[in-house]
C-alpha cells in the first residue's frame, strides 16, 4: 500500500500515519521528495480499509498496489480452474466452448420451453437455460413462474439431457431451487447482494455470476471472492455487458476485452451474454463469435420458441432455427481458434 | 407507445403488430409517412413489454409515451407525500428539511455511537443512522456487528430520544430489525433486489431507499414502485451519486439535478447522501449547501466520533465539531430557502 | 417526429404546437389518448431542431423517428461503401480486412519508422500509420514532429510501397499534411471539430475519422456527415473504445457491438483500433480477433521499433516480431470469417 | 511516481526500470515487499510519460502522484486567481458572482438580442454571452451568423454597457473574434482542441473553458494548463455537465462536486451552466442556486426573448421575466453565502 502525503503535511501527521500502520503489522519505509512524502507499507498480515488511512490528517491519498481478491486471483493459483458441471461437461482452460441457451423465463406452457430445449441439444448445446425467479425493472412485468418454473426446467433435463442453469434472487429460495438446477445463477442486479453470495458460498452447487449493471472488473473479482470465501470454489463469471453513455442503439455496451483481462488476473472460467448485453436479435452472431475471438470459456444465448410472443426479452431472443445457424459458424470458428 | 416501423416494413408486418396491440385491447392511430409506418397504441389497459413487439419483423423501435410508475409518479398523486417518521418528525412537502446523521457502521464498543448521537442531537438532527448488517464490497472487510448493533442504536435512541434508521440487506432479517428500528433503508447495492423491496413492501415501517450505483431515475423511481406495489406508501427516496467517468477526485458523481427532476415526476420526499456521493470530508459541507439549495426534504450525514479510526468509510465522516459547525450553515441557509 | 404533450397540456398548447409544425411543412396527425395527447409530425420538407419545439408550453418530449444522418446512413445509400485508398487497396463492402500499423509518434531519428515500416510491409499491412501532429493531454507531452514526421513518412512510403496515414488537428495545417499523406485521420479528441471536419470535406483525401472519447453512435455519423456534407464521400469511421465506468484494467472500453450497428445504419467502412481502445499490449491481439469476428473492416494497430522507449503510448504497442505473430493470427482467422 | 513491479518480475527488469528513471534524473528508493516490488522515483526534474514506463518488462503499473497540472495547481499559487473582466468586473477569489446571461445563439434579426441585453442589464448581469459560430452536432442545424453576429455582439454592448462573451471554434477565427468580444469562450466540444487551445494562449483575453463532454477534471485542468503554458494566465473554468447514464430527464449530469473539488486543486475561477449541463427550463433556477451553495464563481445563463422560436437550445432557455425572477432569488442567496 502506498500513502501518499500532502504537500503540506508535517512530521506529525507523517508519523501518526506510520504508527497507525506500523500497529497494523505494516513495515514502513519512507519516500521523502522534495515535494511531499509517499509512506509505503509493505506486508499485508492483516488487511485494512484504505479509506481509514485516507481519512487521516495530512493523508492525500491511499493507493492499493495488490488486487484486493485473494481466492479468485492468479496470484493465489496459477492454473485455470476448470468446473466439472456434470454429464461430463467441463468448463475453463483449454476445454471447448460450453453453450447455454433457453429462453429468458419460463413461461405458463412447458410445450415451448421443450421445443427450445430439444433444439438446443440437436444444436450441440449443454446446458438449457430459463428463468423460473424473474428480477424485473418493473412490478408490474411477468415475475417468473416459480417452482412450476423449476418442475418444468428439471422435466426437460430429463427428456434432453441438458443440464439445467436457473437464477436464484433471495437467501430462502436457494434451497428449494438447489433441488432442480445443476448450475445456480446470480443475476447482475444480485451482483451485490452480499448476503446472497455468502449464502451460495456454501452450497456445492457451480454457480454462474454475471457481472453487475455498471461493476468494474474489480467489483466483479470481488464479488466471486464472497462466493468462494465462503466455500464454494466453483464460479463461472459471466460478462453481460455494463451501463454505457449510448443506449440508443445496444441496451448495454459488451466489454469483451474484460474477457482477456479477467483471464490474465483470475483463474476462473468467464463467459459472455451476448443476448442481454446488446438487447438486439442482428447483434447476437457478430458478438458470439467475437465472444469465442476474445478467448471466451463458454455462451449464454437466449432462444425462444417464438420471440414474438415472449413473456421477456422476446427482442434478443432467437429462434430455434436461428440458434442452429448460429451453432454452426460457432462451431467453424471454434476449430481455429483452439488450434 | 409509439411503434416505428422499418422503412422496409411491409403490409403484412405493420398489420401483425398492429393486431397483436388490439388483441391487448389498445386502440390503434396509424401515421403511415412518407418513409416509414409509425402506429400509436393508445390505452394502458393492459401493461406490456415494450420489448415483446420490438422483437417483431419490421419493427425498428417502441416508444414508452407514459411513465411506467404509477404510484410512485406525480399523476397518481399530485400533491406531496408527507411521511410522518415519529416523534413528529415529518418528512416532505413544505416540512423543514429532516437531517439523518451517525456513523457508517455501529461499532464494537458503543461509547463512540452514544457520543455521536448526543452531539447529532445537541446540533439538531432528528435522525440518528448507523449500520449494524453492512454490505461491503469485499469479504475482507468489517460485515457489522447485526443484533448488538441494533441493541446499541435502540439504546442510543432512548438516551437522546432520536430516530433510528439502518439497513436491511436480505429478507430473513426485515422482522428482527423491524424490531429496532424506527426507519428501514435499503442500501444502493439492493435498489435492484426486487425480493427484498417486495417484502418490504408488507411492513409499516418507513423506508429509506438509496439510489443504484448506477441506476437511471426511472429505474430508481420503479425501484420504489415495488414497494408501493407492496402495500407500503412510505418510501423516502435518497440521491447518493452514481458511478461517473472520474473517480479520481471524488468517488461518485452526485446528481443534485435529480432532486428537482423527481420532485416534479414524483410525489414522494427525497433526500440527499453527500458523504457516499463525495467519499471526501471537505465536500460535505457544500454539497449539504447544494443539496437543500436544489430543493432536498433532507439530509443522510455520516458523522464519526473518532474518524481517523472508524471501521470503515472514514475518509468521508465528519467528526461532531465539524457536524455542528455545518449545521449552523444549513439553519442559516433553510432560512432563506423556505421564504 | 412525434410530439409528446404534457397530461395537463390544453388544447391552446396542443394547436400552438400543431401550427408551428404546419407552417414547416408538416403534416400532422392526433392521437388523443385518455391521458395525454401525442402529435405525429409527418415529413421532412425541413430539418427542425427538435428542442426548438420541446421548449413549448405543455410539450414534454420531442421523439425523433427518422435517423438525423442523410448521407452517412443507409437509407440513403444500400451498398456499402468500398474506398480505394491507393495502390490498388480498397476498403469496405467484402474487401478483405485493410491492417494500418505503425508508431504512435514519428520520432527525431527516421531509422526506427523504417525498421517498423519494412516490418509492416512483410507481415501485410497495406497501410503505415504514424503522428507527425500529436494531441496531447498535456502541454508538457511530447508535440510531434510536425513536417520533418511527415518527411520521414513519405520517405518509408517510397521505401516501401505503403500507403501514409496520419493526423490533422487544426484546419491550416490540412494543406501542408494533404501533400505528404494518402489517408488523413482526425483524432478522437477533435470528432467535434466540426470546423476541421467541414474543412476536410473540401479535401479529395480519403479520412478515417476516429470515434470521440464518449460520442454516441449517432454523434459519430454526423460527424461523419459533416464530412460528407462538404462534398467528401470517403470516410473510414473508426471504433478506438469509449470512456466507460472502469478505467483500471483497460484504457477505454472497447465498444465491438458498434461495428455491426454502425453496419447496419451506415454504408461507410468501419475499423477499429485495438491499441488506443484498451491502451494494454496483451489486449491487443485477442481484441483484433474479436474485431474482425465481429465485422470489421480493418485494424490499426501501433506498432513501435522498441516499445519500451517511445516517445507515446508505449505500453500498447506492439513490436515487430509481435506484429509479425499478430498477422498469422489474423490471417488464419480472416479465412473463416470470409468463407 | 511510483512504480509497481509484477509479483513474478525478475531482479533484471527491476534493475532496468531503475536504470531508466536514473538516467531521468529520478532517485529511486527500492520496496521490496514479500510480494513484489515497488520503486518510488522522487524528483520531477524532467516529465516522463508514464506510459512510457508501464510498456516495460516486468512492469504492472505506474501511478503518477503529483498531480501533472502546474501553472494551473495550487501547488504554484495558493491565492485564488482573479481575473478583472473589463468595466470593473472582475471574477474570482472573494468578489461576488458574476452572471452572464444571453441567448445560445445571436440570431438573424438584431431586436432580439438588445431585448436580451436591456432584460440582463437590468436584472443585474455583468456580461453578455451569445454565440456567432455554433458547433453544432448535425450539418444540418443553424451554424451561426459569423461576423454579422459579433458585429450584434459589439452593438448590444455599446447600448447596454455589459461585456461580451462569445465562442471561439476554430484558429484563424481568433483574430477576428478578438476584435469584437470582451471574453473568448471554448466550447465543451473544444476542450481538446489543442491548437486552438495553444492559439488563445497567445492572446490577452480572458478565456473561459468549458469542461469537455465527458472530460475528467483533471483533463480540464490540463485543457486550462495548455492555455496558460501558451502565456495566458486569465482562464475562467466552466462546468456544464458531463455525459452520464441517464440522459432521460436531464441532457447532461451536472457535477457540482467539481466546484469545491476544483477550488482546492486549483487557484482558477470557476463558474456553473446550469442551461447546457441540464437542458431543461425548470431546472435552471434550482441549479443556479445550488451552484452558488457549492461555491460557484458566476454562472452563465441562457436568455432568449422569445424561446419557443429559437434557433438552438429553445428548451432550456429562461424568457427575460424568468431570468429577473431568477436573479431575485440568487441576490437573497447570495447574501448568506457570502456572510
Do not use: W
Amino acid at each position: 500500500m502506498i500513502i501518499v502525503m500532502e504537500p503540506g503535511a508535517n512530521e506529525d501527521q507523517i508519523q501518526k500515519v506510520a504508527k497507525k500502520l506500523e500497529s497494523l503489522d505494516f513495515k514502513i519505509v519512507f519516500n521523502r521528495g522534495e515535494i511531499m512524502t509517499v509512506l509505503a507499507a509493505i506486508g499485508d498480515k492483516r488487511l485494512i480499509d484504505p479509506a481509514s488511512l485516507a481519512s487521516m490528517d495530512g493523508v492525500r491519498e491511499v493507493k492499493l498496489i495488490q488486487e484486493p481478491f485473494k481466492l479468485s486471483g492468479r496470484e493465489s493459483k496459477s492454473e485455470d480452474t476448470v468446473i466439472d458441471l456434470g454429464n461430463g461437461v467441463k468448463i475453463g482452460g483449454k476445454n471447448s466452448p460450453v453453450v447455454m441457451a433457453g429462453p429468458c423465463s419460463v413461461e405458463k406452457e412447458i410445450d415451448g420451453l421443450l421445443e427450445v430445449a430439444y433444439a438446443a441439444k440437436d444444436s450441440g448445446a449443454q446446458v438449457l437455460r430459463g428463468g423460473a425467479f424473474k428480477p424485473r425493472t418493473s412490478p408490474y412485468d411477468f415475475q417468473g413462474m416459480e417452482e412450476i418454473g423449476l418442475k418444468y426446467l428439471a422435466e426437460a433435463r430429463e427428456k434432453t439431457g441438458l443440464l439445467i442453469a436457473t437464477e436464484v434472487m433471495d437467501t430462502p429460495d436457494i434451497d428449494l431451487i438447489s433441488e432442480y438446477a445443476d448450475i445456480l445463477q446470480v443475476g447482475t442486479r444480485n451482483m451485490h447482494n452480499y448476503k446472497l453470495l455468502k449464502a451460495l458460498g456454501k452450497t456445492n452447487k457451480p454457480v454462474i455470476l454475471k457481472r453487475g449493471l455498471a461493476s468494474s472488473i474489480r467489483e466483479f473479482l470481488l464479488a466471486a471472492e464472497y462466493i468462494m470465501y465462503g466455500g464454494n470454489p466453483n464460479v463461472i463469471l459471466c460478462e453481460r455487458g455494463v451501463k454505457g453513455l449510448d443506449s440508443h442503439y445496444t441496451r448495454n455496451i459488451l466489454d469483451l476485452a474484460a474477457i482477456p483481462v479477467i483471464k490474465k488476473y483470475s483463474h476462473l472460467p468467464v463467459i459472455v451474454d451476448p443476448s442481454h448485453a446488446t438487447g438486439r436479435r442482428y447483434l447476437i452472431e457478430p458478438m458470439s463469435k467475437a465472444a469465442l475471438a476474445s478467448g471466451a470459456h463458454g455462451l449464454m444465448i437466449e432462444v425462444h420458441h417464438d420471440p414474438d410472443n415472449a413473456y421477456s426479452d422476446g427482442a434478443q431472443s432467437l429462434n430455434p432455427a436461428q440458434f442452429k445457424s448460429l451453432m454452426k459458424q460457432i462451431k467453424a470458428l471454434e476449430g481455429i481458434l483452439t488450434n
